[in-house]
């Protein structure tokens, strides 16, 4: 089963503004991750977060954990066309074998000039 | 060099043909993963190795065999597919054990059909 939910399933917003997209999950983790995917290509790795950090910044992202809701949110700032994508969030648990990440749902964004 | 490489990008393939995915990244990474995505869904994950053994398999049909000659090929076997395996199938690499970051690296995929 998915260790992660997200949502929402899909967001439309136009350049400059903000995204805000959230992830779920049932059990602890070790770490959580967001991932981008353009469509039909493979996917990029944009920030981790560990299970006992709070918040991290790279450039435009930045993603909050919260252990105690099992939620973490992503975060994209002035957005861009070229940050239309699918964005994953992937888990992996403590309880399982090492290397089992599982991804999310995914969010859909669009972003329009 | 951050790479992994897929082949081939696209391919076409009969219910009674049998065919090879392949893989390779020269990152040192000493994880390799199988993943198969279908469309508007998360990549599921089907086979992990690490260190060239299997570690993990997803109980995945034994159409799909996976084979990891040496630390830089993975490759997976097709035999007897039906349709409904028709996807794309990502391959990631990653550095091995929990305190190391696990980031994957994704190969932009190989696209099934089946026909």
């Known amino acids: 089963s998915q260790q992660g939910e997200e949502d929402p399933q899909a967001l439309s917003i136009q350049e400059g503004e903000n995204a805000t997209m959230n992830c779920s999950y049932k059990t602890s983790i070790n770490n959580l991750q967001w991932y981008r995917q353009n469509s039909g290509r493979g996917l990029v790795h944009l920030i981790l977060i560990r299970s006992n950090e709070r918040e991290k910044h790279s450039g435009r992202l930045r993603v909050t954990l919260d252990t105690s809701k099992k939620s973490s949110s992503l975060l994209i700032t002035a957005s861009r066309a070229a940050d239309t994508a699918s964005y994953f969030c992937a888990t992996d648990a403590p309880a399982d074998s090492w290397g089992k990440f599982q991804f999310g749902a995914g969010t859909q964004v669009v972003v329009t000039p | 060099d951050t790479e992994v490489t897929q082949t081939p990008k696209h391919l076409v393939m009969g219910m009674t043909n049998k065919k090879s995915l392949k893989c390779e990244q020269h990152m040192g990474h000493r994880a390799m993963y199988w993943y198969k995505q279908k469309a508007k869904k998360p990549p599921e994950l089907m086979f992990v190795?690490?260190?060239?053994?299997?570690?993990i398999n997803e109980s995945v049909p034994s159409r799909f065999s996976p084979e990891c000659p040496n630390s830089s090929l993975l490759n997976l076997h097709l035999h007897a597919l039906q349709p409904e395996d028709s996807a794309l199938y990502l391959c990631a690499s990653s550095q091995v054990g929990r305190s190391n970051t696990g980031e994957l690296f994704f190969g932009e995929g190989s696209r099934l059909t089946v026909l």
């Open positions: 190795y690490s260190y060239e053994k299997l570690s």
